[in-house]
Each structure stands twice: as C-alpha cells, then as structure tokens.
C-alpha cells in the first residue's frame, strides 16, 4: 500500500499526535493513536500483500495469491530484504505447479536472499531439490534434500523428504 520508509513517517506522525494526546489529558485517545501507529510500524516488518497472498495459498487459491503479489510493483526497493525474500519464495511456490524453469529461478533467488524462518528456508531447498531432480541432476537434490533435512529441525517435512528419496532412487 505505501511505501516502507513511508510507513515509518506516518508511524511517528500518528505517534507524536498519540504524546500530544496525552499531554491534553486525553489518555484514551493517545492510547487509541499509539495502537494505529502500531499497525504501520508492524506493516513496516510484515508486507500486508504478502501475508494476503500466503492466506490465498493456505486456501489454495493460487489466482488469489498471484493478484495479492500483483500489487507489489518494484519488490527491490518497496519490501525490506527479508520480505523479498518471501515474495521471491511465493512466486516460486505458485510457479512450480506450471514452470519449474521460472519457479527455479525465484526459489534460488529467495534463498540467496534468505528468509527468516527456518522452515520455510528448508522447504525452498526442497522444492528446488525436487526440481534438480525432475532436471536429473541426482548430485544437486541429494544435497539440496541435506541441506533441508539439516533445517527442518521439528520433523514437518520428513514424510515429504522420504518420499522424494524413493523417487530418487529409481531414478
């Protein structure tokens, strides 16, 4: 919606009303205006059309996330690194259903850029692992499958891991 560094202004605008508020004597107002200075600084940390867009994909609903992600125009300079990540990831994510080539690309460019969650870093390897090895390059999803077996430390990916190391074999 705005820009990142534009978020941080309207946050200390609307902070330094919420001070102005409470030297009036109107505590509940500046508690109020402290809460909405909140939400831009937590939008600031969090895209609101990335979160959409992993809602849309919670549901399935691949369109909906690809028009969510839509609206973020320059991702370089309008996302924090982190975030970009994640849009990279997402990208990635809907185009291994139809272009492995292109989701490829995304997914080693969010794992270069990183993300923040282990998890999602161990499942960005694995799906690049799967598709090395729809590539046949065994030697690549051998050690992409490593090195996301190494990042899933709570097991929620062992079932996914097995199943592409039987595949692997009869390769």
Do not use: C
Request: without cysteine.
């Amino acid at each position: 919606m705005f820009h990142k560094n534009i978020k941080l202004a309207i946050a200390a605008l609307i902070g330094g009303w919420a001070i102005y508020q409470f030297t009036q004597g109107n505590i509940m107002n500046g508690i109020s205006l402290l809460l909405l200075a909140g939400i831009f600084v937590l939008f600031y940390f969090k895209n609101e059309f990335i979160l959409l867009a992993f809602l849309q994909l919670r549901k399935q609903n691949f369109p909906g996330a690809q028009k969510w992600l839509g609206y973020i125009k320059n991702p370089s300079t309008a996302l924090t690194q982190k975030q970009e990540g994640y849009y990279n990831y997402l990208h990635g994510i809907m185009l291994s259903q139809t272009n492995i080539t292109q989701a490829e690309k995304f997914l080693r460019k969010a794992v270069k850029i990183g993300l923040s969650m282990d998890h999602d870093l161990a499942m960005a390897k694995l799906q690049l692992a799967g598709i090395a090895m729809t590539k046949r390059r065994k030697r690549e999803a051998t050690n992409l499958m490593a090195e996301a077996k190494k990042l899933d430390k709570h097991g929620m990916l062992k079932e996914q891991m097995t199943m592409m190391k039987n595949q692997m074999k009869k390769i």
